[in-house]
């Protein structure tokens, strides 16, 4: 079956470190991959996606790449800022569907 | 332009009572989805129209979710009777293409508690 599994959170950092929050999935086929992220508040947003192997989405300093051999999509940021706390979701759209497949979600608070 | 509303944002029920959830999706978007998330669980799938049509219902939990979206634009989620386990939170998302282009546009979600 179609899963995704995330790392568990809450995450906490302090402003400008380093933000790994890890990834894998479980797919037939080759899935397009997605990362959605919720503000406090607010519905979810599309951060970034990558649709083949190697590929590497980016959007506001956060890249992700699509890992085949090791079913992985990790979110990286060099320098997170306050305004990063939300809660960050990886998601999967399995081959040959339109619905997405979600993971648990992973939130991330980020101090001054 | 405006983005996929909502309403309402909050509900509290009693268990046995009916729930009625809408979603607006953007203009022109022919793709509604319907998820939910559980408890803090993973947000799951309930249901994709494409206009009108039930494209795919796979994730609906039981006969007592009933979901329309007459005239293909919004869309309405009916839970009759609600149970406990109902609670959570429940988003809806519109797309216009399909396929490796499509990106899906979420609400802010509907939050249900069931006491």
């Known amino acids: 079956g179609n899963s995704v599994t995330q790392m568990e959170g809450p995450v906490t950092l302090s402003e400008e470190a380093f933000l790994t929050i890890n990834c894998t999935y479980t797919?037939?086929?080759?899935?397009?991959l997605f990362w959605y992220v919720q503000y406090p508040g607010e519905g979810l947003q599309l951060l970034l996606k990558?649709?083949?192997?190697?590929d590497k989405g980016s959007n506001k300093g956060f890249e992700a790449t699509y890992r085949k051999e090791t079913t992985s999509f990790h979110l990286e940021k060099g320098s997170v800022q306050v305004s990063d706390s939300a809660v960050y979701f990886c998601?999967?759209?399995?081959?040959?569907?339109?619905?997405?497949?979600f993971g648990t979600g992973t939130r991330l608070l980020v101090s001054p | 332009e405006a983005g996929v509303t909502q309403f309402p944002s909050h509900s509290v029920i009693e268990k046995g009572q009916t729930v009625t959830l809408r979603c607006d999706p953007i203009?022109?978007?022919?793709?509604l989805y319907w998820y939910r998330r559980v408890m803090g669980k993973e947000i799951k799938f309930l249901l994709h129209?494409?206009?009108?049509?039930?494209?795919?219902e796979s994730g609906m939990p039981n006969n007592r979710f009933l979901a329309e979206r007459t005239g293909g634009t919004y869309s309405t989620l009916k839970v009759q009777p609600a149970e406990l386990e109902d609670s959570g939170v429940y988003f809806c998302?519109?797309?216009?293409?399909?396929?490796?282009?499509?990106?899906?546009?979420f609400g802010p979600g509907t939050r249900l508690l069931v006491l």
């Open positions: 998302a519109s797309s216009q293409l399909e396929g490796y282009g499509e990106t899906q546009y």
């Open positions: 797919a037939t086929g080759y899935p397009s």
């Open positions: 990558a649709t083949k192997a190697d």
């Open positions: 998601a999967l759209r399995p081959r040959g569907f339109q619905k997405l497949v």
């Open positions: 203009s022109g978007h022919d793709n």
């Open positions: 129209f494409v206009k009108e049509s039930k494209q795919d």
